[in-house]
């Protein structure tokens, strides 16, 4: 089973920016990123296939890039224009799954133990 690490949470002020990164212990075709609110509710954010195709949450185009290196084991996320709704813990995940989308990837079944996003007002 595949092994995840986030990395890069952090509180900030809104309008500020970060970047995640989730180190996997083997490369897969679907990786992405999904949040949960301090009220519960999980969103998936990105998305992107081995070949490179990305999908984002409604709330995050424009704002936030998802992206890997080349051995496809390091998954990124930057984060640009950060406001409060953006606060969540991040989770990465992934899976070996051709369906590789911001909603999908909801259903895998691996992830790492999360970092922590603060965005202060």
């Known amino acids: 089973q595949i092994r995840l690490m986030e990395s890069g949470g952090d509180l900030v002020q809104s309008g500020g920016s970060l970047r995640l990164s989730c180190t996997a212990s083997?490369?897969?075709?679907?990786m992405g990123w999904f949040r949960r609110t301090p009220r519960g509710k999980r969103e998936g954010v990105a998305s992107?296939?081995?070949?490179?195709?990305?999908t984002y949450a409604d709330s995050v185009k424009g704002r936030f890039t998802i992206s890997q290196d080349n051995a496809k084991t390091t998954l990124y996320l930057q984060m640009t224009d950060l406001n409060p709704e953006d606060t969540a813990m991040y989770y990465c995940?992934?899976?070996?799954?051709?369906?590789?989308?911001?909603?999908?990837?909801?259903?895998?079944?691996?992830w790492g133990q999360g970092t922590q996003v603060t965005v202060s007002s």
């Open positions: 992107i296939f081995s070949g490179g195709t990305t």
């Open positions: 995940t992934a899976a070996r799954y051709p369906d590789c989308t911001v909603d999908s990837i909801l259903s895998f079944g691996t």
């Open positions: 083997a490369a897969t075709t679907c």
